[in-house]
């Protein structure tokens, strides 16, 4: 398990190793799985991760001495990491529903925000709007994993509020953008939806993915062989531009 932390950060401090030719020292931060599993997030000098039960911010401004600005211990890991705006979202384990942290100076501090899903849920933020999903084998509620994403508007304080679902068996990644959503799960593969209507205009079956992720007119898609680069400048018709082993 080792390996693929190294490997994780390594992937991180690469573009440092190639833009300069001094030496830098990298930092193995935590070799429980809740880092790989939490992500890592980057919000303009500020890069927020999981270290095992606690959540560390670091000022990035001198990428070759990140410096710790702030950190939070939980009572529970740390399962997933959202931005929302200037906030930190926190979906923890075991249950333990969401926290949500401003972080508009780089520490941790009360947003006031109050949202009722937590990690037995996959989430995805576009906006102020919420996809929310049951993720494979669990329910929040306890009862039978509900199929569909559900769609919830949010904002700073107001309790969120159901505005939709779209039916979507056994998510295992997505992602939002501007009135489309991108899906996958093992039946139906990778599918494109158009929000406001709540029909899939795209689909390409045999590309199931664990993990989807968006960087401008780019999506990319890691499936349990490959790492997929997409082209979504037409965000509902992906056109596959790279693919690399997995």
Not at 177 to 205: C, Q, R, W
Request: net charge negative.
């Amino acid at each position: 398990m080792k390996k693929i932390y190294i490997r994780y950060l390594f992937l991180l401090s690469a573009p440092l190793l190639m833009s300069t030719s001094s030496p830098v020292s990298v930092r193995y931060i935590a070799p429980y799985k809740t880092v790989a599993q939490a992500g890592i997030i980057i919000d303009g000098n500020h890069l927020f991760i999981a270290d095992n039960d606690d959540l560390v911010s670091y000022d990035i401004s001198q990428p070759l001495a990140p410096a710790e600005e702030d950190r939070q211990h939980l009572s529970a890991g740390i399962d997933s990491l959202y931005m929302y705006h200037q906030n930190l979202v926190v979906c923890r384990d075991n249950f333990y529903g969401t926290d949500v942290f401003d972080v508009s100076s780089g520490t941790f501090n009360s947003s006031g925000i109050y949202w009722p899903w937590g990690s037995c849920n996959k989430v995805a933020l576009y906006g102020d709007e919420a996809f929310v999903t049951d993720k494979q084998g669990y329910s929040c509620t306890g009862e039978n994993p509900d199929n569909s994403v559900r769609i919830y508007n949010i904002n700073t304080t107001a309790t969120p509020e159901l505005a939709g679902s779209i039916y979507m068996e056994n998510v295992s990644g997505m992602v939002a953008t501007a009135n489309t959503m991108y899906v996958s799960n093992e039946k139906d593969g990778l599918v494109v939806v158009d929000i406001p209507t709540h029909t899939v205009k795209t689909s390409f079956p045999a590309k199931a993915c664990y993990q989807l992720q968006i960087s401008g007119s780019r999506l990319y898609a890691r499936t349990k062989s490959t790492l997929d680069c997409y082209d979504i400048s037409n965000p509902q018709n992906p056109v596959l531009i790279s693919q690399f082993p997995n």
